[in-house]
Nanobody, 123 residues
Framework: QVQLVESGGGLVQAGGSLRLSCAAS????????MGWFRQTPGKERDFVAA????????YYTDSVKGRFTITRDNAKNTVYLQMNSLKPEDTAVYYC????????????????WGQGTQVTVSS
């Protein structure tokens, strides 16, 4: 298990940028694949991006590809989601998660979750 805390959410205009951070506790951060998910009220939690243990592989849902970039800094026990060209439909609570698999797009494969950070994109 790893404890995760997201930060960096906020209100931004369409076309703007935000960088989310996810700080992880523990000494085994580099052993986890990391993912970002997002959720709006009454809807399912959807995959956004993932990064492998070493950071050498990244994966994105089609709707954010080319706009979002996931990175990790294992020395800082932190994973980031750089979000550019934000759209109103990106509005959601964003969650950081850790999996013992190399990576996954499935919620069920993640065993540790942060509390979420709100991202609101205005028109």
């Amino acid at each position: 298990q790893v404890q995760l805390v997201e930060s960096g959410g906020g209100l931004v205009q369409a076309g703007g940028s935000l960088r989310l951070s996810c700080a992880a506790s523990g000494r085994t951060f580099s052993s986890y694949g990391m993912g970002w998910f997002r959720q709006t009220p009454g809807k399912e939690r959807d995959f956004v991006a993932a990064i492998s243990w070493s950071g050498d592989s990244t994966y994105y849902t089609d709707s954010v590809k080319g706009r979002f970039t996931i990175t990790r800094d294992n020395a800082k026990n932190t994973v980031y989601l750089q979000m550019n060209s934000l759209k109103p439909e990106d509005t959601a609570v964003y969650y950081c998660a850790a999996t013992q698999r190399p990576w996954s797009r499935l919620v069920s494969m993640y065993n540790s979750w942060g509390q979420g950070t709100q991202v609101t994109v205005s028109s």
